[in-house]
């Protein structure tokens, strides 16, 4: 049987039955001392113990000292490597902002505090509250990594609350997609707006697709907005539109265009030519929501067919979905002929 004997910080230093001394390290680690005398064991296990505790200080204060520019650098590498170039600059905004503000300063010292004055500041140089909520969320993203990476023990922006914001999406009425198709003469571009408007799809999701991505019955995306790939169905329309676009379109894939800025351009300039200067390219994605919510779907069919992660980003259609039951309600006109009773002597006699 083996002799042992316990000391602090998880470390033992016991005996094999072979006479053999051996050091333990928190139950996982064991090393030979590679003597049997005891004196001597004790003394390399007294040097050994000493190290080990060094070496958890070192660790443990180098964790308590990383400031926000050197996570900001090790965090935006790993966005980089893991998701789209769009993500990686919104959280490199995020992260720039808030350094800009509150200094080069330890990670652990970011407080409740500090943070309501940066968004404070934020206020002041009236930004918009849909671009304070986007540096909120993208900085409560980054920080939980950094509790992830055990960086700090608990998210500082955990319990920032977002700006309650209601957005009214901009959809196109049937009119004025009319009056935007007789504009545009580029028969691709046509057949482009038209298939926005028929799958919903981001700019960047239409735009990246290969001829290889269309299947049978649906389209295979795979650039998508979190890298996540996911098939869209096809319906009769989308499939007709394809064909047409089959015959007039040149290699691998499905559009000659690559910069999505400059459809964006195009697509203002068609907008205005047809007197909508009010509109842009990421309106025809809510018209096709819109129009689904107006049908009657249910949010989590639209949710599943815009690719949106969370419920509430695809609830700013809900008002449309009830909007469109009340005006249907409202045609129905039922009235009693008869004459109303009227009450008198407290609801005691008629007359």
């Known amino acids: 049987m083996a002799v042992s004997e316990t000391y602090n910080i998880s470390m033992r230093l016991f005996q094999r039955e072979n006479g053999t001394w051996y050091a333990e390290m928190e139950r996982d680690k064991r090393i030979s001392l590679r003597t049997k005398d005891k004196t001597l064991a004790q003394r390399l296990f007294n040097q050994l113990k000493k190290d080990y505790l060094k070496s958890k200080i070192f660790q443990l204060e180098d964790k308590?000292?990383?400031?926000?520019?050197?996570?900001?650098?090790?965090?935006?590498?790993?966005?980089?490597?893991?998701?789209?170039?769009?993500t990686y600059r919104a959280y490199s905004l995020a992260l720039r902002t808030l350094k800009e503000y509150i200094g080069d300063i330890?990670?652990?010292?970011?407080?409740?505090?500090?943070?309501?004055?940066?968004?404070?500041?934020?206020?002041?140089?009236?930004?918009?509250?849909?671009?304070?909520?986007?540096?909120?969320?993208?900085l409560k993203s980054a920080f939980q990594k950094a509790v992830?990476?055990?960086?700090?023990?608990?998210?500082?922006?955990?319990?920032?609350?977002?700006?309650?914001?209601?957005?009214?999406?901009?959809?196109l009425s049937q009119d004025e997609i009319d009056k935007l198709l007789t504009v545009?003469?580029?028969?691709?571009?046509?057949?482009?707006?038209?298939?926005?408007?028929?799958?919903?799809?981001r700019r960047?999701?239409?735009?990246?697709?290969?001829?290889?991505?269309?299947?049978?019955?649906?389209?295979?995306?795979?650039?998508?907005?979190?890298?996540?790939?996911?098939?869209?169905?096809?319906?009769?329309?989308?499939?007709?539109?394809?064909?047409?676009?089959?015959?007039?379109?040149?290699?691998?894939?499905?559009?000659?265009?690559?910069?999505?800025?400059?459809?964006?351009?195009?697509?203002?300039?068609?907008?205005?030519?047809?007197?909508?200067?009010?509109i842009k390219l990421h309106d025809l994605r809510h018209t096709f929501?819109?129009?689904l919510a107006m049908a009657g779907e249910s949010l989590n069919t639209i949710q599943e067919l815009l690719g949106h992660q969370q419920i509430s980003t695809t609830q700013i259609y809900s008002h449309l979905s009830q909007d469109h039951l009340k005006n249907a309600l409202s045609k129905l006109n039922f009235a009693s002929k008869e004459r109303p009773v009227k009450i008198v002597n407290g609801g005691n006699g008629r007359k």
């Open 184 to 201: 545009i003469k580029d028969e691709e571009f046509k057949i482009m707006i038209l298939l926005f408007l028929n799958t919903g799809m």
């Open 289 to 291: 929501a819109s129009y």
């Open 204 to 278: 960047k999701e239409l735009l990246n697709l290969e001829w290889t991505d269309i299947k049978t019955d649906y389209i295979h995306l795979k650039k998508t907005k979190r890298n996540l790939e996911r098939a869209f169905p096809m319906t009769d329309k989308t499939k007709a539109l394809l064909n047409d676009l089959k015959q007039i379109s040149k290699g691998k894939r499905l559009f000659r265009w690559t910069d999505i800025n400059f459809i964006s351009k195009m697509f203002k300039a068609s907008a205005k030519k047809a007197g909508l200067e009010d």
């Open 64 to 86: 308590k000292i990383i400031k926000l520019s050197i996570f900001t650098d090790e965090f935006l590498k790993y966005i980089k490597d893991n998701r789209t170039h769009d």
């Open 106 to 138: 330890e990670l652990s010292v970011i407080n409740v505090q500090k943070i309501d004055k940066f968004i404070s500041s934020l206020n002041q140089k009236k930004l918009k509250k849909v671009s304070i909520n986007n540096y909120i969320r993208h």
């Open 148 to 171: 992830d990476w055990e960086y700090i023990k608990s998210n500082p922006f955990k319990n920032v609350k977002p700006y309650q914001i209601i957005n009214i999406p901009r959809y």
